[in-house]
């Protein structure tokens, strides 16, 4: 029984092991921000991006859309360039006017508080893809647009107002269902031909483990310098894997285009003396995961403290390059979509709220 439960579990393992190492999915997305005035910080950001690697950028200071990638610079003439800066320099006055909008929505009167738009799609190396468009405001969901209904989900009453309107923009709606479903997928083909040697290469992940003494001890599993985005980390308990008190923390970006992941588990400090855990790293550029155990002694407070301030900074670089995502509510989401606004009423080219 036991030796057969274990040949079972192993076959489960390495069935998805080699699934996740060899399935592919690529992404094409924008991200739009406004913020409001008066913070140092841009108005009104747009930040591009193909498999989680930044393309292209605006704000509103520059006011200039521009490549972030040579191998962008090289394909895309210097017209798209001029025309995507025009419609950023447009769309910079809705979301001016979003922020206030939505601010009245929630009365608020003063504070900081931003507004986002993501819309972008994906595309499986099986041929399978997906779109997406939704707002979101001050970190929460706002509203989402369903392609198979055609129709706005409003997850808060404030969105209702938006959702009563939008639904009957069908032109607008047929519009976006076109760009996700097809339009959408031509570019992000486009731009994995451009960087393929850049979007197709793999880097190992470097691994780390730092740990705090405390009552509760947490155990920090840092990877980083990976590529691809996709990485998986779990723990394990004495050979059994660990799903409660794990903090799984989001996938940040790193400066030379690579990517770095934590997580955090918690767990009392006899129970470290006492059982042997372990942190387990899976990546598409390795052939077998890679595995820590847990020291039994401990880190000490520098280390870690330096490692989360190091995470913080690269948070910040994050958000003033204008990548802010939003929390994973209901639609299981990742970064937010395009329409035009939350301002004044207007024609079924624009989302006005």
Request: charged share 20%; glycine share 6%.
């Amino acid at each position: 029984m036991c030796r057969c439960s274990a040949v079972i579990k192993a076959l489960i393992f390495l069935t998805f092991f080699l699934h996740f190492s060899s399935a592919v999915t690529h992404t094409l997305q924008h991200v739009l921000t406004g913020v409001t005035p008066g913070i140092n910080f841009p108005e009104f950001t747009v930040v591009g991006q193909v498999d989680g690697q930044q393309i292209d950028y605006y704000d509103s200071e520059i006011r200039e859309m521009i490549p972030k990638t040579e191998w962008i610079q090289k394909n895309v003439g210097d017209d798209s360039w001029s025309d995507e800066t025009q419609f950023r320099q447009g769309y910079q006055e809705i979301f001016k006017s979003n922020v206030g909008t939505a601010m009245q929505r929630f009365n608020q009167t003063k504070g900081v508080h931003t507004i986002q738009q993501m819309y972008g799609c994906e595309l499986d190396d099986d041929g399978t893809t997906r779109g997406y468009k939704q707002w979101g405001y001050d970190g929460e969901d706002f509203i989402t647009f369903d392609l198979k209904t055609l129709t706005w989900i409003a997850p808060t009453p404030q969105a209702l107002i938006s959702k009563n309107k939008w639904d009957y923009y069908t032109d607008f709606n047929n519009y976006w269902k076109n760009y996700l479903e097809n339009i959408c997928i031509e570019w992000l083909k486009k731009h994995l031909t451009y960087g393929r040697e850049t979007l197709e290469r793999k880097v190992r992940p470097e691994m780390s483990l730092f740990q705090k003494e405390a009552t509760y001890s947490e155990v920090v599993c840092h990877a980083t310098g990976f590529f691809p985005k996709a990485v998986m980390i779990t723990w394990q308990k004495d050979g059994e894997d660990v799903h409660e008190d794990v903090d799984l923390r989001e996938t940040l970006p790193n400066q030379d285009g690579s990517f770095q992941k934590r997580s955090i588990l918690k767990v009392p400090a006899e129970e470290l003396q006492k059982h042997t855990y372990t942190c387990v790293v899976q990546h598409s550029s390795l052939e077998k995961e890679l595995v820590r155990e847990v020291p039994k002694g401990g880190a000490t407070i520098g280390v870690i403290v330096g490692v989360i301030a190091a995470v913080i900074a690269l948070v910040i670089v994050t958000v003033v390059a204008g990548i802010v995502i939003w929390k994973k509510k209901n639609f299981g989401f990742k970064p937010v979509a395009q329409n035009s606004a939350l301002a004044s009423e207007g024609n079924s080219s624009s989302n006005n709220s």
